[in-house]
């Protein structure tokens, strides 16, 4: 197995077809990455707006289930 893996890593075309897809992956990382940070602010900024609502009194069960299901979205996003 490891001779066969020499081989390969031996030709040129098997790596330059590697690299192709490694440097095609990162790139849709790349894309998706800062729409995952764009949303976890946003997130953030709802979370903080919702616990300045509730200390301020003007929070209701609405306002809670709503900050709980955010906190949720947050916690998977993470993931």
């Known amino acids: ?3 066969e893996t020499m081989k390969m890593l031996m030709n040129d075309a098997a ?13 849709q ?3 998706n990455l800062p ?7 946003e997130t953030k ?13 003007t929070g209701n069960s609405v306002t809670l289930s709503r ?3 955010k906190k949720a979205s947050k916690e998977s996003s993470k993931r």
């Open 35 to 41: 729409l995952y940070e764009k949303e976890l602010r």
């Open 15 to 27: 790596v330059e077809a590697i690299v192709s897809m490694v440097m095609s992956l990162q790139d």
């Open 67 to 69: 900050k709980n299901w």
């Open 29 to 31: 990382e790349n894309v």
């Open 1 to 3: 197995m490891v001779s």
């Open 45 to 57: 900024i709802n979370i903080q707006n919702m616990l300045n609502a509730i200390q301020q009194g």
